[in-house]
């Protein structure tokens, strides 16, 4: 199988919505796009988290030593993004306060239409902390995530609105990413 790979740094978009209308929380391209939408991705210094993992639960028994297991709870772990500071700007701490439920939304390959590559995650804003060092580095804040119900991974990206353009007395209509 050849593969392009490819940088996460660069083609991944981040975004925070504040809210989504299906229950299986498949966000639509009006929902991932202002004024619902945020893209967080140019604020972003840092990711941590974001993945789920399984609790095995072990079941052995007394016909062999081999200790055998079958899944068990699924559990998100806390996650967190670490955001550059704004010196004179206060969006990014208003818009992600203490307690602020949203989703952060995940385009893993960039805003490809009909990718599946979209993760949505329905989240609460557990902590909001400024980061001191006395380094030579940008000042950060690190907005920590409990992720409260399970996520959607691997969804399709919303396909594209059609763009109508009019040139001389045609009208074409093309179809890409907003």
């Known amino acids: 199988m ?10 991944t978009k981040i975004l925070w919505l504040k809210s989504i209308a299906s229950s299986g929380l498949i966000p639509t391209r009006t929902e ?7 893209d967080l991705t140019e604020a972003i210094s840092d990711v941590e988290g974001w993945s789920l ?8 028994d007394m016909a062999t030593t081999f200790t055998p297991s079958i899944p068990g709870n699924d559990k998100a772990d806390n996650s967190s993004l670490t955001f550059y ?6 969006d990014m701490e208003t818009l992600l306060p203490k307690g602020a439920t949203g989703y952060v939304v995940f385009l893993r390959k960039g805003d490809i239409p009909e990718s599946k ?4 995650f329905p989240v609460q804003v557990a902590s909001r902390t400024a980061q001191y060092n006395a380094g030579n580095e940008a000042a950060k804040f690190q907005g920590v995530f409990t992720i409260t119900s399970p996520p959607a991974l691997d969804a399709p990206v919303p396909a594209a609105a059609p763009d109508t353009t009019t040139s001389g007395s045609a009208t074409t209509t093309r179809k890409g990413a907003v």
Do not use: H, L, W, Y
């Open 32 to 38: 991932i796009s202002p004024p619902n939408a945020t």
């Open 2 to 11: 050849v593969q392009q790979r490819f940088m996460r740094r660069g083609i």
């Open 117 to 120: 590559s979209m993760d949505t």
């Open 53 to 60: 993992t399984n609790e095995a639960i072990e079941t052995p």
């Open 85 to 90: 500071e704004d010196q004179f700007n206060d």
